[in-house]
């Protein structure tokens, strides 16, 4: 068994999530970032690659002082449990997702992962090692299903959102997409890594609704099984 998997992103009209020095963008505007806080309330965990926390820092908490009350009416801590596909622990031990705002975390890395370092970081979350050169994604999802984590929110990188996609792990996908061209070759799409080579490989994607939110759109897919 594992959690519901919902993909959820902003990128620019060319499929970008920021330049290719990895600088963060604001792609979307205030109405947006509401409908991100109430989708991180309404998830059980929030997952993110270890590339976005050294780009971005993020805290992955939920914003919204009414949602955090929310979830406390619902008998859960204020914000989902946070979790980092993390293969070789570079995580920093100061990083605001392991210590900004109440709840569990989560460290996913390999078995070759260095001890002392996993250590250090497990002061602060809890350490699961699955796979031996790549994270097993298949193998943690389980264990966050066995964690009580139902409904979980991955919110990048590309790398990361690649790996799902490529373990047929991703039940929804949605994607804010702003009115701007970033470009670059090198700079991170929705999903990198290999890519898929034949045609019969590629995800194929149903979709559900397209709204305008402010100057973008926001598109929302459901994977096709």
Same mark, same amino acid.
């Given at each position: 068994?594992?959690?519901?998997?919902?993909?959820?992103?902003?990128?620019?009209?060319?499929?970008?999530?920021?330049?290719?020095?990895?600088?963060?963008?604001?792609?979307?505007?205030?109405?947006?970032?509401?409908?991100?806080?109430?989708?991180?309330?309404?998830?059980?965990?929030?997952?993110?690659?270890?590339?976005?926390?050294?780009?971005?820092?993020?805290?992955?908490?939920?914003?919204?002082?009414?949602?955090?009350?929310?979830?406390?009416?619902?008998?859960?801590?204020?914000?989902?449990?946070? $979790?980092?596909?993390?293969?070789?622990?570079?995580?920093?031990?100061?990083?605001?997702?392991?210590?900004?705002?109440?709840?569990?975390?989560?460290?996913?890395?390999?078995?070759?992962?260095?001890?002392?370092?996993?250590?250090?970081?497990?002061?602060?979350?809890?350490?699961?090692?699955?796979?031996?050169?790549?994270?097993? #994604?298949?193998? $943690?999802?389980?264990? #966050?299903?066995?964690?009580?984590?139902?409904?979980?929110?991955?919110?990048?990188?590309?790398?990361?959102?690649?790996?799902?996609?490529?373990?047929?792990?991703?039940?929804?996908?949605?994607?804010?997409?702003?009115?701007? $061209?970033?470009?670059?070759?090198?700079?991170?799409?929705?999903?990198?890594?290999?890519?898929?080579?034949?045609?019969?490989?590629?995800?194929?994607?149903?979709?559900?609704?397209?709204?305008?939110?402010?100057?973008?759109?926001?598109?929302?897919?459901?994977?096709?099984?």
């Amino acid at each position: 068994m594992r959690p519901h998997v919902l993909v959820n992103v902003a990128m620019s009209a060319d499929g970008k999530l920021s330049t290719r020095e990895r600088c963060q963008v604001r792609i979307s505007g205030r109405e947006d970032f509401s409908r991100v806080d109430q989708l991180k309330s309404e998830s059980d965990g929030i997952m993110v690659g270890i590339g976005t926390v050294l780009a971005d820092d993020p805290s992955l908490t939920v914003k919204s002082p009414a949602l955090k009350e929310g979830r406390n009416d619902r008998g859960v801590e204020e914000n989902p449990v946070r $979790i980092v596909v993390d293969s070789t622990l570079r995580c920093p031990v100061d990083a605001s997702v392991l210590h900004k705002g109440e709840g569990r975390r989560v460290i996913a890395c390999t078995a070759r992962a260095d001890p002392g370092k996993a250590a250090l970081l497990g002061a602060y979350a809890t350490v699961i090692r699955a796979g031996d050169d790549r994270v097993d #994604l298949k193998e $943690i999802l389980a264990s #966050l299903y066995d964690m009580g984590i139902r409904r979980l929110m991955v919110e990048g990188g590309g790398t990361l959102i690649w790996a799902l996609f490529e373990a047929d792990l991703v039940d929804e996908l949605t994607c804010f997409v702003g009115n701007m $061209i970033i470009g670059g070759g090198t700079a991170p799409t929705l999903a990198d890594g290999t890519g898929f080579i034949r045609e019969d490989a590629f995800i194929r994607l149903d979709l559900e609704s397209a709204v305008r939110i402010g100057e973008g759109v926001l598109l929302t897919w459901r994977i096709r099984r």
